[in-house]
């Protein structure tokens, strides 16, 4: 296992057994409440990404793990980091759908694969059988991919320089944010929206410009007669109070 998916479930593994208290209301969401995101509705949220969020915090591999609360985002931005998978690995962060979707507008649930044993996926997740934190057995059925922390730092350490890491790193605390895809300068927004590419914005202004000169100049042009013509007379309207 590398060395932050076993900082990770060192964190986890002590808080096996916890349950969430009256009203949904978990230490988990309040963390998130205030060191995250300051809304309090995150109290009494689901809180599966959210532990995982806080754990990642605790070991210090935040910015490989993404802080997230809303599981479709967080499986985009693995996307967008280059490190999502379709291979399970000790350490990595396994996305579910219940209704058995392959896509990730569809993932409600998320865990981290604690080990791999033939067609069985062991876990360890939050909010589970309605209320707890416990350990589960999984098969693929309703998995719809994995984000592997891993592979976000192998790609963060290969940013070509001149580059900031910072900045790839930030869209591990945005929920519906643009985030930037690793070693490209390609700006993707979550769902719905098509990748725009940075190199193109400053063609697309230069033919904004030159349409723009086009329509103004023509609007200017005298107009020029190409006949006689001959000038009705306009019958005047009654007034009318409406």
């Known amino acids: 296992m590398d060395p932050i998916g076993d900082d990770l479930l060192r964190i986890m593994e002590p808080e096996l057994g916890y349950r969430e208290g009256p009203g949904q209301h978990s230490k988990f969401g309040e963390w998130y409440s205030l060191t995250v995101d300051q809304d309090p509705q995150y109290k009494t949220a689901p809180w599966c990404d959210m532990f995982i969020a806080w754990a990642a915090e605790r070991a210090d591999v935040e910015e490989f793990v993404g802080q997230f609360a809303w599981t479709p985002s967080h499986a985009r931005w693995f ?36 080990r791999v044993e033939g067609g069985t996926i062991h876990t360890i997740e939050g909010n589970v059988d ?44 945005i929920e519906v944010r643009p985030a930037l895809v690793p070693g490209s300068m390609i700006l993707t ?16 202004a230069l033919l904004t410009l030159i349409l723009g000169m086009t329509f103004v100049l023509v609007r ?18 009654p007034y009318r109070l409406d």
């Open 79 to 114: 996307e967008t980091q280059g490190a999502w998978s379709q291979t399970p690995e000790a350490g990595s962060l396994i996305f579910f759908d219940w209704s058995g979707g392959k896509d990730i507008k569809g993932i409600d649930h998320v865990g981290v694969v604690e």
């Open 220 to 237: 200017a042009r005298p107009h020029t007669s190409t006949g006689r013509h001959r000038r009705k007379r306009r019958r005047r309207e």
């Open 189 to 204: 927004d979550y769902p719905g929206r098509f990748p725009i590419s940075l190199e193109a914005a400053p063609v697309a």
């Open 130 to 173: 309605g209320v707890w934190l416990k350990r589960k057995a999984r098969d693929e059925s309703k998995v719809v991919g994995y984000g592997s922390p891993r592979k976000v730092k192998e790609n963060l350490a290969g940013v070509t320089a001149g580059q900031d890491a910072s900045v790839l790193q930030a869209a591990g605390r």
